[in-house]
């Protein structure tokens, strides 16, 4: 059974440019959910998906964008690309009805803008 | 503002030795917290929960303690092995995460 897919693996950007970050859930699971982790931090909220709206939002831009597709999959998509957006970008996949319990995290994506 | 804080940024424990992690929050409204556990290269895997009605929750080598009135968690691991090294993360139940604590269990 396939867990949380995400790619790619690494990415070198240039600031200014735009990058789109992909992931797919472990099956049976239709809430996706990303978090981006700075060197040294904690995961942090970006947004929630499921039924191909944003649930939810934390404190991030609106560079920050993404989408869920009907089969669940999503992306995340990132303009303007700053220095700061350098971080690893993790995705997790649960079921809505088991709210925080059953998270899967994909490997993450390793984004780094120069 | 920081709602789940995790002041240890690193611990370095003897294989066999008892590891205990800290966790501290802000919020007495959250219902319940969870950790996880991140090897390199992996993205955070769960490992024990607490209800915020019980003070001790126990699965195998891994307990985790509650202590409200102090808005405290920790996660106590006997005995330690050095396949328990790993970044250990705290959360709360809206999945706010502590900036994680570095274990390292050595023979």
């Known amino acids: 059974d ?13 600031r ?3 990058v789109t970050l992909r992931c797919s859930p472990k099956s049976g699971h239709d809430t996706v959910s990303w978090y981006q982790q700075a060197l040294g931090q904690g995961p942090q909220f970006i947004f929630q998906y499921y039924e191909e709206e944003e649930r939810q939002r934390g404190n991030f831009p609106d560079r920050f964008s993404g989408h869920q597709f009907p089969n669940y999959s999503s992306e995340l998509n990132v303009n303007a690309l700053l220095l700061g957006d350098s971080a690893l970008y993790l995705c997790a996949s649960s079921l809505a009805a088991r709210g925080s319990f059953g998270y899967t995290f994909g490997s993450g994506t390793r984004l780094t803008v120069v | 503002d920081q709602q789940v804080k995790q002041n240890s940024p690193s611990l370095s424990v003897q294989e066999g030795r008892i590891s205990i992690l800290n966790c501290d929050y802000t919020n007495s409204m959250f219902d319940y917290f969870l950790w996880y556990k991140k090897y390199p290269a992996e993205g955070p895997t769960f490992l024990i929960s607490i209800s915020s009605i019980k003070d001790k929750n126990e699965d195998g080598r891994f307990t985790v303690f509650l202590n409200k009135s102090a808005k405290h968690l920790s996660l106590h691991i006997v005995p330690s092995q050095p396949g328990d090294s790993a970044v250990y993360f705290c959360a709360s139940d809206k999945l706010i995460f502590g900036t994680g604590t570095r274990l390292q269990v050595f023979p």
């Open chain 1, 2 to 14: 396939a867990g949380v897919t995400q790619s790619p693996t690494h990415l070198i950007k240039t």
């Open chain 1, 16 to 18: 200014g440019q735009q």
